[in-house]
């Protein structure tokens, strides 16, 4: 009995005690919400945003690598990443736990007013526990891509500001430009389609995207194919849903919605597994397994920057493509960077899986016209993928002339499987040659520098790269594929005048021809 009175009290004690701490973490300090813990952004139209907040007082900063700072004043929540008119801003009049907010971002032309939630969420929400990673083994290959995947990708011109009609436009636009006719057969959705899950646990396109079936009928309904992006992180890159827990669940929804083709980026998943060989191999391996799963033919392009070396293992964890670099942007210095520093690893590409140096960045304006021929033509020297990444409704003749030259096109994909080989370099001048098939080869004299150049090759060189068997040929009748003419040749000797970040790109019509 008295033990049992004891137990009472101590009981209530216990609960009064829990009373006040579930208050304080209810957490009203005098009548206003302490916002100390994890929040999440949410907007019908944006990705997520996490956001650990710290209070003292009226002041409220983030935690963490998210710089922003404000207070919290009369219920009125104000946050900035600085005090410039760039500056990211937070508002919102906070009630409770979860209310309405506004954040507004100024990231360049994507930037904008996002209304939304600001909700309070648990940690490991925002840092879910490691689930476990298959068993490493070789996936067999899905049989697609024989040749580099050609296509649009919504990412290098929109960022994640763009919507189902937009991605129709694309459709459309691909079509009625020739684009199709040259062989461009992918529109990729990229980031910015998701927005959560259902009830069941089904993921949901958001406000922008609001049927992703309906768009992959319609993509279809003009003769071409469709891509969807997602990461093996909980997120991705920029805060949207992703894949983590949901693989095959996700992979038999594209499936079921009808899309033919994943870009699946690493993003969030950096913050769970490591960035080791054996967990990107793992992480990767399990999408592939889930693609695998749904039977239907998927092509399966992974994003992972081309960390671990993905191009020992790509081809093993089912992918048919694997970026092999960091993200390209529209700028001479980033694009030739990027394309020049891939000869090493050429070999590594194979039909049905392909080295990915990543997207098109052709006519979305921070490059000249030569610099551009030069992309188009390096990656086609490199099989790359061509995945055009610029507005195909508004496109110039001009773009368009570069983005559908056949014989660049023909170039990449042309079915010899010998890699492209540094010829000759000499200061910022670069020959690169490839084999092609029937014994004919492709030869683009590069100039990276700022000036015009003469650029030389003797035709008994060519006999350097491994089995081209030039040995001793003279003068062969060469065809420029910028100019689409035949030029006849006479001596021991090419030499073409490049303009400046410029490429003349020619191919023997037959190599063996004495
Ligand atoms: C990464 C990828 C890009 C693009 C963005 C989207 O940066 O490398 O190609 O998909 O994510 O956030």
């Given amino acids: 009995m008295k033990i049992t009175r004891l137990s009472l009290l101590s009981t209530i004690i216990a609960c009064a005690l829990l009373l006040c701490a579930s208050s304080s973490a209810l957490a009203q300090t005098g009548s206003q919400t302490d916002m100390t813990g994890y929040w999440k952004f949410s907007s019908p139209t944006s990705g997520l945003d996490y956001l650990q907040l710290k209070q003292t007082g009226e002041a409220v900063s983030t935690a963490g690598r998210r710089p922003l700072t404000g207070t919290l004043h009369a219920g009125k929540l104000h946050l900035a990443s600085g005090t410039d008119a760039n500056a990211t801003t937070y508002d919102a009049v906070v009630k409770g736990e979860k209310f309405p907010a506004t954040r507004?971002?100024?990231?360049?032309?994507?930037?904008?007013?996002?209304?939304?939630?600001?909700?309070?969420?648990?940690?490991?929400?925002?840092?879910?526990?490691?689930?476990?990673?298959?068993?490493?083994?070789?996936?067999?290959?899905?049989?697609?891509?024989?040749?580099?995947?050609?296509?649009?990708?919504?990412?290098?011109?929109?960022?994640?500001?763009?919507?189902?009609?937009?991605?129709?436009?694309?459709?459309?636009?691909?079509?009625?430009?020739?684009?199709?006719?040259?062989?461009?057969?992918?529109?990729?959705?990229?980031?910015?389609?998701?927005?959560?899950?259902?009830?069941?646990?089904?993921?949901?396109?958001?406000?922008?995207?609001?049927?992703?079936?309906?768009?992959?009928?319609?993509?279809?309904?003009?003769?071409?194919?469709?891509?969807?992006?997602?990461?093996?992180?909980?997120?991705?890159?920029?805060?949207?849903?992703?894949?983590?827990?949901?693989?095959?669940?996700?992979?038999?929804?594209?499936?079921?919605?009808?899309?033919?083709?994943?870009?699946?980026?690493?993003?969030?998943?950096?913050?769970?597994?490591?960035?080791?060989?054996?967990?990107l191999e793992g992480a990767y391996q399990k999408m592939g397994e889930a693609l695998e799963k749904t039977r239907r033919p998927i092509v399966y392009s992974l994003c992972e920057y081309g960390a671990g070396d993905v191009w020992k293992w790509g081809a093993k964890s089912g992918g048919n493509l694997w970026r092999t670099t960091g993200d390209i942007s529209d700028s001479w210095q980033s694009m030739q960077r990027i394309g020049f520093a891939q000869l090493d690893i050429a070999n590594n590409a194979q039909a049905g899986h392909w080295n990915d140096p990543d997207m098109l960045e052709v006519g979305n304006g921070g490059m000249t016209a030569d610099e551009y021929r030069t992309h188009f033509s390096l990656w086609a020297m490199l099989r790359a993928p061509l995945i055009a990444g610029n507005d195909l409704?508004?496109?110039?003749?001009?773009?368009?002339?570069?983005?559908?030259?056949?014989?660049?096109?023909?170039?990449?994909?042309?079915?010899?499987?010998?890699?492209v080989q540094l010829l000759s370099q000499e200061g910022t001048s670069e020959v690169l040659v490839r084999p092609l098939t029937g014994s004919a080869v492709a030869i683009g004299l590069f100039n990276r520098g700022d000036k015009p150049a003469e650029i030389s090759f003797r035709w008994d060189s060519l006999h350097l790269g491994q089995g081209l068997g030039f040995g001793g040929m003279r003068g062969p009748t060469v065809r420029d594929l910028w100019k689409h003419e035949d030029i006849p040749t006479t001596g021991d000797t090419f030499t073409a005048t490049v303009p400046p970040h410029g490429v003349v790109m020619i191919q023997t019509t037959s190599g063996r021809r004495r």
């Avoid at 840092?127 to 995947?149: F, I």
């Avoid at 096109?409 to 010998?418: G, M, N, P, S």
């Fill in 104 to 279: 507004i971002t100024h990231d360049g032309p994507w930037g904008g007013t996002d209304t939304g939630t600001l909700e309070r969420v648990t940690s490991e929400e925002v840092h879910p526990a490691r689930l476990p990673l298959p068993d490493l083994r070789d996936l067999p290959d899905n049989g697609l891509v024989r040749t580099p995947p050609m296509g649009w990708n919504s990412w290098n011109k929109f960022h994640d500001r763009f919507d189902d009609a937009t991605v129709r436009g694309m459709a459309d636009a691909m079509v009625s430009s020739g684009m199709a006719k040259a062989g461009y057969t992918y529109i990729i959705v990229d980031e910015g389609w998701s927005s959560g899950r259902d009830a069941n646990g089904k993921i949901t396109g958001n406000a922008r995207f609001p049927d992703m079936k309906a768009l992959a009928d319609y993509v279809h309904s003009k003769g071409l194919k469709i891509g969807i992006y997602s990461s093996p992180g909980p997120q991705v890159c920029g805060g949207y849903q992703g894949s983590y827990g949901h693989e095959e669940e996700d992979a038999q929804t594209f499936a079921d919605w009808g899309y033919d083709y994943l870009k699946y980026d690493w993003c969030s998943a950096g913050g769970i597994y490591q960035s080791t060989w054996a967990d």
């Fill in 393 to 419: 409704r508004t496109m110039t003749d001009e773009t368009k002339s570069i983005l559908t030259n056949p014989e660049i096109i023909a170039i990449d994909q042309d079915l010899e499987a010998k890699p």
